[in-house]
């Protein structure tokens, strides 16, 4: 069963960090783009960052840009999203996806075939 799961989410206080990761299980993400997304309370979803396959390019949105890293260990499988002076606004549930044609990564959800089921993270003192 190719699966992808998210970790790291928690409870965290503004200014502080967090870092999730991505892994996946029954395939490789080796050929995959893979981008992280985040849905608030009565938002819609937004793409917040992603990788190409190779790890030569990057995206992220203008809301994290300075804030957050994305990297990627295609030996483990796994991506990870390193969030530093973390706000309330970036609260939401962060989830991860892969796109098989991982050339280049976008935030068109509609590009991406696997998705985790999501982990929490919540800014607040």
């Known amino acids: 069963q190719l699966q992808l799961v998210e970790s790291g989410g928690g409870l965290v206080q503004p200014g502080g960090s967090l870092r999730l990761s991505c892994a996946a299980f029954?395939?490789?993400?080796?050929?995959?783009?893979i981008g992280w997304f985040r849905q608030a309370p009565g938002k819609e979803r937004e793409g917040v960052s992603c990788?190409?396959?190779?790890?030569?390019?990057?995206n992220y949105a203008d809301s994290v840009k300075g804030r957050f890293t994305i990297s990627r260990d295609n030996a483990k499988s796994t991506v990870y999203l390193q969030m530093n002076s973390l706000k309330p606004e970036d609260t939401a549930v962060y989830y991860c996806?892969?796109?098989?044609?991982?050339?280049?990564?976008?935030?068109?959800?509609?590009?991406?075939?696997?998705w985790g089921q999501g982990t929490q993270v919540t800014v607040s003192s």
């Open positions: 029954g395939f490789t993400l080796d050929y995959y783009a």
């Open positions: 990788i190409s396959s190779s790890g030569g390019s990057t």
């Open positions: 996806a892969a796109d098989p044609y991982g050339r280049l990564c976008s935030f068109l959800t509609g590009e991406y075939d696997y």
